[in-house]
């Protein structure tokens, strides 16, 4: 090793789910949409004029913020903005845990977390969920320097009750309570409404899942101007412009399209419910889920077993080769047909 | 104070030029291309399909590292990319840059490079240039954690000879080199050539000024399979995510236009040392610039006044009330209309 070396970061990255091309590819293993965004985010997109594209967005991506705000009634002054909901909670644990005493997140949640958490050096407790995979409020009654969990949770769609997350937030008013809502349009209760109730709260959300844009990447969070203003702090001594005027735009239009979206959920969380029994009467065991996906496992056939045979028939899946959830596998809720494509190679895959 | 925020980090972001709306105005503060991209950069966005829009993007941008990687002659392996230089640099002194020396780089430089020291907590040093404003090498052999100035620098505009930034690189083999060329095409000698005999030097830039995106928010950097693999290491322990769909089709296009670029290049450069000859006949001491903006002071009239002045005229240029500039201004170059506007407001002001 050179000396220059010497002074790098060394850190274990986060990995993503593959991102197969091919047209006959049915991927149902990152929980994107399997619908296209509303036709309004293209037109916004395709009608962007050469001053758009010459000149720098806009810093606070005002227009965006406004339409959240409008959408969501909640004063602008408490919406932040950023590229994905990694983006934010990236920027969050850099912003809000700088305390010697350890941050606390599931076993068992986004394997993001305790990748923020070994970049900037944060420490970190994992509590485990129970045995039946949920978030127990007792278990973060203990001194910490911030909380953060999914709910509903990933990867095993299980939500926990708004009472129960409310337990958590108000047994913790001397922390930053982060509650990672990716998943909540699919089903759960939000704790938006309590953003004014608890001054250490941030809620965190996509565009990536029930709004159809992961490609253009935004995310977005709610909390007290306290809690904003910090994050615009130190997004503005990261980089002034992070979201391009194509993504401030599209994500605008999506929100406008409130029918479109409304239909969106529908269809995914029908189709995720049959999807669902059909599973059940194949032998696996499904996790309720109140997300766009499903986590299960199956009675007699191995989940990487599962998981190597249907890459074979072109079907990606996401499988985590970790403890407690390596006999599992997630399945994205795809279009009907996708679906049906799935139960049919797996009713060829396990007999 | 409340407990929580305690553990909040507090930083002084950076203070970007003023975005101001309004079609009369004319904003020259930001060094933005006063073209707009080429037209194939908004068919490629425009075409986008509703797939890419759903779907995540490629985390590695592939596509448009191979572009860069085409274009310039370079290794894809050592290509990385990001949400403009900014997103680049930031991550870079993150990456690179944790000794417990100071980093070392010029007193009057982009502004964001102290910014950045701060939020990661990273000890530095400011260099002051010479009398001239120029970079002296001989001040950056001394013992540091790291060294960052950008070649051409800003906002001065002045180019480092080649052979100068190669001194600095070569008597610092311990630690990493950035060398911001951010406005390298405008003028100044790359030491971009150099980056397979210095495998500790990053050559970053931007598609925010000669590209004329900078609405688009890309950046990328060359350097030694060392120095990107961590760099990738770190992006993919924030955000696995970073350009979106129609950043990286838009920044393929732009690359792809070569003709296009160059003429405006050429445009702009032309226009920049007309507008030097008139500033000078008007009583302006005019630094050289191999950049797309002047600095300049006058021989009567204060900068700050000028600036003021010219902004109740609607047109927008850069002040700095910093130590040893505060009485010059920044021009960015416009159109040839924009600076005869610019010139006849001067007349108008300077009396």
């Given at each position: 090793m050179k000396k220059f070396e010497e002074n790098i970061r060394r850190v274990e990255p986060y990995v993503p789910g593959e991102q197969p091309a091919g047209s006959n590819i049915i991927k149902l293993n990152t929980n994107e949409s399997p619908f296209a965004p509303s036709t309004m985010v293209q037109m916004a997109i395709a009608s962007m004029m050469p001053e758009d594209l010459r000149k720098y967005p806009d810093p606070e991506a005002k227009a965006l913020v406004k339409e959240i705000a409008s959408y969501y009634d909640v004063d602008e002054s408490k919406v932040f903005v950023g590229v994905g909901s990694d983006d934010i909670l990236g920027m969050s644990f850099l912003t809000f845990?700088?305390?010697d005493k350890p941050v606390l997140f599931p076993?068992?949640?986004?394997?993001?977390y305790d990748v923020w958490a070994e970049l900037y050096g944060i420490k970190y407790e994992k509590i485990p969920l129970t045995d039946e995979f949920e978030i127990d409020p007792k278990k973060y009654k203990k001194e910490n320097g911030g909380i953060v969990f999914a709910n509903p949770n990933a990867p095993t769609g299980i939500a926990l009750p708004k009472a129960q997350v409310e337990e958590i937030i108000a047994a913790n008013p001397d922390s930053v309570v982060i509650v990672d809502e990716a998943y909540i349009d699919f089903g759960g209760e939000t704790v938006l409404d309590l953003i004014d109730k608890y001054e250490n709260l941030l809620v965190v959300r996509t565009f990536s899942k029930s709004r159809a844009l992961a490609g253009m990447r935004v995310g977005y969070a709610f909390g007290s101007e306290t809690l904003i203003n910090a994050l615009k702090d130190v997004k503005f001594s990261y980089n002034s412009y992070t979201l391009n005027v194509a993504a401030i735009r599209g994500a605008k239009a999506a929100i406008k399209d409130d029918e479109y979206f409304r239909n969106l959920v529908d269809e995914i969380t029908k189709t995720r419910e049959e999807t669902k029994m059909t599973l059940k009467k194949m032998g696996f065991d499904v996790l309720p889920s109140a997300t766009n996906f499903l986590f299960a496992k199956h009675e007699s056939m191995d989940a990487k077993d599962i998981y190597e045979k249907l890459k074979e028939k072109d079907i990606y899946i996401r499988y985590f080769d970790k403890p407690r959830i390596d006999n599992y596998i997630r399945i994205t809720i795809g279009t009907k047909e996708q679906m049906n494509a799935l139960v049919m190679a797996l009713e060829d895959i396990i007999k």
């Open positions: 845990f700088n305390s076993d068992i949640t986004y394997s993001f």
